[in-house]
């Protein structure tokens, strides 16, 4: 399956959705803000990113950002539960395959990130 990078400051929430990714195979690398994304990434291969827009130090569109400049294959999805968030990343369709608005169930992540997965061709049809 795929390597996945996921980025959250909440802890709760970063330990859900990594058991959630973690039922579908996946291996799960976990980050506490984008800065420590962006360190992550520098240190392995990823097949997608899944940040949280909202977070301290460097949010979720300066890391998609960053992260897209230095590795142009990877495959970004973000998340957020703020109207205003959601609308930074609509100009972003270029380099973000999707954004996640919460509430969403671990249903609809799961969900999600498989068919982000097979449009990239990172993993096949079930």
Excluded at 39 to 55: C, G
Aim: glycine share 8%; net charge negative; proline share 3%.
């Amino acid at each position: 399956m795929a390597r996945i990078l996921l980025v959250d400051d909440e802890e709760p929430i970063r330990g859900f959705l990594k058991r959630g990714l973690e039922m579908d195979g996946h291996t799960v690398v976990t980050a506490i803000d984008g800065s420590d994304g962006l360190d992550r990434l520098s240190e392995t291969a990823f097949d997608l990113m899944l940040t949280d827009i909202r977070m301290p130090l460097m949010d979720g569109i300066a890391l998609a950002l960053a992260a897209k400049r230095d590795y142009p294959d990877l495959t970004i999805l973000l998340m957020t539960g703020f109207a205003d968030q959601r609308e930074r990343a609509r100009g972003l369709d270029a380099i973000v395959a999707d954004v996640l608005t919460k509430p969403f169930t671990l249903a609809d992540m799961r969900a999600t990130v498989s068919r982000t997965l097979r449009s990239a061709g990172v993993v096949a049809a079930r």
